[in-house]
């Protein structure tokens, strides 16, 4: 199926590991150029090169901590240069963190909620203006599946997370009129580089192997497995494809069936 993506211009934060380094390939894989950020320079860079090569479209990597507003602006001026502007913006950089309300410092909240939340609000002031001259485009952030089921363990992502949940039904009210249409992915567990560096680490105190641990924690969802990152970043190409035109301001789970409501 021909999702319409090829040429479009989409830039992706956190895009060099995990999630969004799986989205960044798929949208090249449709023919899209591709800018990712991250804080890591070296990486982010190495992972830019790595898909230009092998699907043959233009990419670019950009160190860029999203916590930082300058980093904000210095990636939107190498876009610019770069690419001209962006069809697609992906906010996708975020963290678990699993200090408890009654120990985390206001430091703490206020780091989680730069995070998360900040993140998006100053990437969409600085890219909506180049989605406004091309007739339109696509905003899709990253949440969690933690922002409507919270995880009791990680209250600050759980809040922040739902935060962003609430800015994108907001910015898709405000920006419906600019032919610009935001919606949010909730994404249940998805088995990233990083889960196994933390399974590795837990199942030890255990007594197990990192792919029991994993088990244990896949039966958290019906499904009774983590999503690849590959897989879930199908649905990502879709949401921002012509192909879901009518979807505004929604908030779409990919969790194997964990979200315990209707
Ligand atoms: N994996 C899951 O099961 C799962 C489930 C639900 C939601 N999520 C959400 O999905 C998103 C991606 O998660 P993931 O599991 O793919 O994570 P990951 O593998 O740890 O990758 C995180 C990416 O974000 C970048 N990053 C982190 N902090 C950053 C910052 N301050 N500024 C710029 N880039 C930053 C990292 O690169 P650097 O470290 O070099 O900056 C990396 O590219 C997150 O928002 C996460 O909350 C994940």
């Given at each position: 199926m021909d999702l319409g993506l090829k040429g479009k211009q989409v830039f992706i934060t956190g895009g060099s590991n995990g999630i969004g380094l799986a989205v960044a390939?798929?949208?090249?894989?449709e023919g899209a150029e591709v800018?990712?950020?991250?804080?890591?320079?070296?990486?982010v860079e190495a992972e830019a090169k790595?898909?230009?090569d092998e699907f043959g479209v233009k990419t670019l990597g950009i160190a860029m901590d999203v916590t930082k507003p300058e980093d904000i602006e210095k990636g939107r001026l190498e876009i610019e240069k770069e690419f001209g502007g962006i069809d697609i913006l992906i906010n996708n950089a975020g963290t678990g963190t699993e200090e408890k309300i009654m120990e985390a410092s206001d430091d703490k909240w206020y780091a989680v909620w730069d995070l998360h939340v900040m993140?998006?609000?100053r990437t969409a002031k600085a890219f909506v203006p180049y989605m406004k001259k091309r007739g339109g485009g696509c905003i899709l952030n990253t949440s969690s599946i933690c922002a409507t089921q919270p995880l009791w363990y990680e209250p600050i992502y759980n809040t922040t997370k739902a935060a962003l949940?609430?800015?994108d039904k907001c910015l898709a009210n405000e920006l419906v009129g600019d032919n610009i249409r935001v919606?949010?992915?909730s994404p249940g567990l998805i088995l990233t580089p990083d889960w196994w560096k933390t399974a590795g680490i837990l199942a030890e105190k255990d007594g197990i192997t990192a792919k029991e641990y994993l088990d244990n924690v896949a039966h958290?969802?019906?499904?009774?497995r983590f999503a690849t990152?590959?897989?879930?970043?199908?649905t990502y190409l879709f949401m921002c494809s012509e192909k879901s035109s009518y979807t505004l301001g929604a908030n779409f789970f990919v969790d194997g069936g964990w979200l315990n409501t209707i």
């Open positions: 390939k798929a949208f090249a894989r800018a990712i950020a991250a804080r890591t320079k070296e990486k790595a898909i230009a993140s998006a609000i949940v609430m800015f919606n949010t992915i958290a969802a019906p499904i009774d990152p590959e897989e879930l970043a199908e």
